[in-house]
């Protein structure tokens, strides 16, 4: 049977496609007051600054690619069972070929009713705009996890980091609940590994690779794969 690896990424999985990360230096949240634009309690007075910033983000996905760390963690399905828990609302994993992902704060290319987030429709990279219906007749909106609000996948998420063989985080700055929680349903003694350029506050029991995800899963892949 295959050993399983449980990738956990975040932000800094995309940036070296060309999609800015939230918290480092010029990263959205510098350029945009994230209350305004992804807390629930905005989405009455602000909804059409809320459309356009996600508009963006989606006009912005369609113009990138995945990148060679997207690959080799889509590769590693040939030795591994993988999954991939990602805080990324983009589809690069995908697009590199990973077919199991999940997605923790939504999907860019899905939109949803505002008064049921469970009637989802596909809308690839098409915009959003005031006025367009979800089959209920509510105003559509964006299928993305805002501040505020649940995170339905998170139980689905924990439960496969415990039944991981190894732990991969890359790229996420660990700052954000509950996603930052899931390192503690690893199992006691699995190998656990962190891909980050900057310093992440992590348990002394992981081991830090600190470059980008390119190049540090390019060396993981090689110690990992025989
Ligand atoms: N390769 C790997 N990591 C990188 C790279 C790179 N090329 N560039 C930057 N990073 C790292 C940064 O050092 C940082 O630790 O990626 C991390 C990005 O952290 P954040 O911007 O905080 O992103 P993330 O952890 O994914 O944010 C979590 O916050 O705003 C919300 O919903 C949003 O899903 C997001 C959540």
Redesign the pocket.
Same mark, same amino acid.
């Given at each position: 049977m295959k050993k399983k690896i449980v990738v956990l %990424?975040?932000? +800094? #999985?995309s940036?070296?496609s060309g999609i %800015?990360?939230?918290? /480092?230096a010029g +990263? @959205?949240?510098e350029n945009y007051d994230?209350m305004q634009v $992804?807390h629930i309690d905005s989405w009455q007075t602000n909804r059409d600054l809320m459309l356009k910033f996600y508009n963006e983000r989606r006009k912005q996905l369609a113009s990138v690619e995945p990148h060679e +760390?997207h690959k080799i963690i889509a590769e590693l399905e040939a030795d591994f069972e993988v999954v991939v828990v990602?805080?990324?609302?983009d589809n690069l994993h995908e697009r590199a070929g990973s077919s199991n992902v999940i997605h @923790?704060?939504g999907e860019l290319t899905k939109a949803c009713s505002s008064k049921d987030k469970e009637c989802v429709v596909d809308i690839g990279y098409n915009e959003i705009h005031p006025g367009d219906q979800a089959a209920d007749g509510s105003q559509l909106r964006p299928f993305?996890?805002?501040?505020g609000e649940a995170v339905p996948e998170i139980e689905r998420a924990a439960f496969e980091v415990s039944q991981a063989d190894i732990l991969i985080i890359?790229?996420? %700055? #660990?700052?954000?609940y509950p !996603? !930052?929680g899931l390192i503690h349903y690893a199992r006691r003694g699995i190998p656990i590994y962190l891909? /980050?350029? !900057?310093?992440?506050n992590v348990p002394a029991r992981v081991e830090v690779i600190r470059?980008? $995800?390119?190049? +540090?899963l390019a060396l993981l892949k090689e110690k990992l794969v025989p």
């Amino acid at each position: 049977m295959k050993k399983k690896i449980v990738v956990l %990424s975040g932000a +800094g #999985m995309s940036a070296e496609s060309g999609i %800015s990360t939230f918290r /480092d230096a010029g +990263g @959205l949240w510098e350029n945009y007051d994230v209350m305004q634009v $992804a807390h629930i309690d905005s989405w009455q007075t602000n909804r059409d600054l809320m459309l356009k910033f996600y508009n963006e983000r989606r006009k912005q996905l369609a113009s990138v690619e995945p990148h060679e +760390g997207h690959k080799i963690i889509a590769e590693l399905e040939a030795d591994f069972e993988v999954v991939v828990v990602t805080q990324n609302v983009d589809n690069l994993h995908e697009r590199a070929g990973s077919s199991n992902v999940i997605h @923790l704060h939504g999907e860019l290319t899905k939109a949803c009713s505002s008064k049921d987030k469970e009637c989802v429709v596909d809308i690839g990279y098409n915009e959003i705009h005031p006025g367009d219906q979800a089959a209920d007749g509510s105003q559509l909106r964006p299928f993305i996890v805002w501040f505020g609000e649940a995170v339905p996948e998170i139980e689905r998420a924990a439960f496969e980091v415990s039944q991981a063989d190894i732990l991969i985080i890359v790229g996420t %700055s #660990m700052q954000v609940y509950p !996603a !930052a929680g899931l390192i503690h349903y690893a199992r006691r003694g699995i190998p656990i590994y962190l891909i /980050d350029p !900057a310093e992440v506050n992590v348990p002394a029991r992981v081991e830090v690779i600190r470059k980008t $995800a390119g190049a +540090g899963l390019a060396l993981l892949k090689e110690k990992l794969v025989p």
